[in-house]
């Protein structure tokens, strides 16, 4: 899980374009929910599928469900694995089917990589990308409330450029530049693409410390401001968090209420992470054995669920 700081918000952000089937303005938000991570880890760990219900009873409305690529398709470039997709698919229902019928963005979580090869630089081909996400699409082409997350937090690309000819293949926006509004969904417009913004709250925004020690509203502010400057576009915060302290709950309660705010332009925010991890994990919002919710969940994120 590698993300931004504050002041890299627009060098160096991962930022990404997510194609969905259908968009009127501001016709999702606003969402608020959860990082549902599993699929992600390897072969074998898969997000425990009751905890879809067990957030969606709190008013979660969308899930963010991360995937490795090297398990959605094991060899470079060749066609799903059908067993593999068949429990995928068995969760990604699960989260389609709770009660508040929640959106579900599918997270392609390969940091622009295939086995350390960056697409279209060395590595996969811009072809090979194209064809994973054809695939995906082909499967979910009939569910309305998906969303396509191209890519993770695309890092150290060493010709931008060329890589927006890669994500531009998968209707993909890695980072902004002032190129970035040029980009444009199947249809060749921009109606059906949102950016998706990480963004932590500890001193070196990496999401690794328990204590935080800044809400980012700053930063979503310019965010805003930004998207009205390229035509009132829209964006998702689809990692943020921190651990069950004070500073954290204070700090996370702070930004998910400004995002809650402003929903015409951030239509809102995924929480990192439930699903497979630990509760003893440093971000944990996986529910405890005995049912009960992480601190930070219940007082800083249930307050600002839609």
Known sequence: MKCIAISLLFAAAAVNALPRNTRTSNAIGPLGGVNMAGYDFGAGVIPPVGQYAHFAAQGVNIFRIPFSWNLMTPTLGGSIDGTWFSTFDKTVQAALSSSTSPYVILD????????????????????????????????????????????????????????????????????????????????????????????????????????????????????????KSIGNRQALLSETGGGSTASCEK???????????????????????????DTTYNLTVTPNANGSDQPIWTDAVVPNLP
């Not at 396509?148 to 993909?172: C, L, R, T, Y």
């Not at 209420?257 to 991890?277: D, L, M």
């Open 251 to 277: 700090y996370l309660d702070s930004e998910l209420a400004y995002v809650k705010a402003n929903s015409e332009y951030i239509v809102g925010f995924t929480v990192w992470a439930a699903g497979s991890f």
């Open 108 to 227: 392609l979580h390969n940091y622009a990589r295939w086995n350390g090869g960056i697409i279209g630089q060395g590595g996969p081909t811009n072809a090979q990308f194209a064809n994973v996400w054809s695939q995906i699409a082909k499967k979910y082409a009939s569910q309305s409330k998906i969303i396509f997350g191209i890519m993770n937090e695309p890092h150290d690309i060493p010709s931008i450029p060329d890589w927006a000819a890669s994500v531009q293949a998968a209707v993909k926006v890695p980072l902004p530049s002032p190129d970035l509004a040029a980009l444009t969904d199947p249809a060749g417009g921009t109606s059906q693409l949102i950016f998706d913004v990480h963004q932590y709250l500890d001193s070196n925004g990496s999401g690794s410390s328990t204590e935080c020690v800044k809400d980012n509203v700053d930063v979503l502010t310019t965010l805003v401001a930004w998207l």
